[in-house]
């Protein structure tokens, strides 16, 4: 294939495709020779380079959330250098082995295209999930709006869970960063759409990242019920569909636009993302500052992703599922039903109420949220102490993602065990004794899980209280 030369701002060059990987309504987008690099080459608009340059060098230099901070370097394909020639445009990395979004929710393409071990898994779907949202998260507490979160623009491996936010140009800035697009339909949210909004905002933002994560995890849109509203012309039906005549599938008392093809409710996600997706597309679809923020999603997902596994089924799409403390227990996918263990450890985690007395904890089961032991599942520092996070302390730094405790079972005995993996200070009090009476839990030693039973990482009120449940679910 024969090669052209690229010139950046700084004089150095490389050399890129002839042929573009990909075109758009602005430019195209062309593959490096090493295959590390992309560039887009922005088509000529005669008077409007110098407004280009100055909008990319803004990007790289001022507004950046890759610089200095190497964490979030895979969770952007970012421009990273000015292009000179042959036209204006710039550089950023190759997310190499990731597919965009819609290959995975298209029927035709999922089942025709890709192969079986390149759909994924439900987990992969979720930890992808997460990181969509740290990714929104980490613009938006920036005052950035990207204005087109879209199937198109999402770059996803839902087996290991990476992603890559792509067509990071389109960012906004208000006062800095005019807006050049508006989004993609599907994902606009209904103000936008009315024309009710002309300029999008990160309330606008939020409409379409519940989009996107209601289509990626639940394969289909949320919007997109049985109900017609113009029956002569699809264009407006579509557009009355999306906008002012917007109704969640799932709508709690307003029947009148459920799907009868959908093949998921969100309720098989559990009440904590179920309940985002109602306040998304019932209380926020009208009012944007109703909407779940990025941290929300962050959270629920995050929870999420500590409750889902394994299914038993090896032909099953999904080969992983959300596990709750109920008997029956079943993945919603193949409809199998859990057969071995016929019991699992169930974890609430307590926060401490804030009060002067050290054993003063939130006991209440019905709010705590819960990991699902299951063989070598690992528990980490945020699952210890509430103020430790999955995300870097700093820009500048990596968080603590090291394995604190992990779970293990013993199918002769039918029996869980807790090991205790790097927590110095941890504790245990057996079940029906007094919050006051501990044992010490060493480092490297297990614990038999016993219903009832409590953990603690270490002696203080900064840590959760941990109440273990045994749950039959076959």
Not at 364 to 374: F, I, N, S
Not at 390 to 417: C, G, N, V
Request: glycine residues 6%; aromatic residues 12%; neutral net charge.
């Amino acid at each position: 294939m024969p090669y052209q030369t690229v010139t950046f701002e700084d004089g150095t060059t490389e050399e890129y495709d002839t042929e573009a990987l990909s075109a758009g309504a602005e430019g195209e987008i062309f593959r490096s020779r090493s295959g590390k690099h992309l560039v887009k080459l922005y088509f000529s608009r005669p008077g409007y380079d110098a407004e280009r340059m100055q909008r990319i060098k803004t990007l790289i230099n001022d507004v950046n959330p890759t610089k200095n901070a190497p964490y979030w370097e895979e969770y952007f394909s970012w421009p990273e250098k000015l292009v000179i020639r042959p036209r204006i445009g710039f550089r950023m990395r190759f997310a190499q082995g990731l597919r965009t979004v819609d290959n995975f929710f298209f029927r035709t393409y999922y089942e025709r295209v890709l192969k079986p071990d390149e759909r994924g898994w439900f987990i992969g779907r979720v930890a992808a999930a997460i990181k969509i949202v740290n990714a929104a998260n980490r613009l938006s507490s920036s005052g950035l709006c990207y204005p087109d979160f879209s199937d198109k623009n999402i770059m996803v491996d839902a087996y290991d869970g990476r992603m890559t936010l792509i067509d990071c140009d389109s960012i906004t800035v208000p006062g800095r960063i005019s807006p050049t697009v508006q989004g993609t339909s599907w994902y606009r949210a209904p103000e936008l759409v009315k024309g009710s909004l002309t300029i999008p905002n990160v309330r606008s933002d939020r409409h379409a990242l519940a989009v996107i994560l209601y289509l990626w995890l639940l394969r289909w849109h949320p919007l997109n019920g049985d109900k017609v509203h113009d029956s002569r012309d699809p264009d407006r039906d579509e557009e009355l569909r999306l906008g002012e005549r917007a109704l969640y599938i799932e709508h709690p008392t307003d029947r009148s636009n459920r799907a009868q093809g959908q093949p998921y409710s969100a309720r098989i996600l559990g009440n904590e993302m179920s309940e985002l997706f109602r306040r998304a597309f019932v209380e926020g679809l009208f009012d944007p500052g109703r909407r779940p923020q990025p941290a929300e999603w962050q959270e629920a997902l995050w929870h999420l992703y500590d409750r889902v596994i394994p299914c038993p089924t090896p032909s099953c799409d999904w080969h992983s599922y959300v596990a709750a403390p109920t008997r029956g227990l079943a993945c919603p996918c193949c409809n199998q039903r859990i057969k071995q263990p016929t019991n699992l450890p169930f974890l609430y985690l307590m926060r401490h109420k804030g009060s002067s007395n050290a054993d003063d904890f939130q006991m209440d089961l019905m709010r705590a949220h819960y990991v699902v032991g299951w063989p070598e599942r690992t528990l980490n520092a945020w699952h210890f102490k509430p103020n430790a996070s999955s995300l870097p302390p700093a820009p500048d730094q990596m968080p603590d993602i090291a394995a604190k405790a992990a779970f293990d079972y013993d199918p002769h005995k039918d029996q869980w065990y807790i090991t205790n993996l790097a927590l110095p200070e941890a504790r245990s009090s057996g079940p029906g004794g007094s919050a006051g009476v501990w044992r010490t839990w060493p480092v490297n030693s297990s614990l038999p899980l016993v219903n009832g039973m409590l953990l603690q990482g270490g002696p203080g009120t900064e840590y959760f209280r941990i109440k273990v449940h045994i749950a039959q679910v076959a």
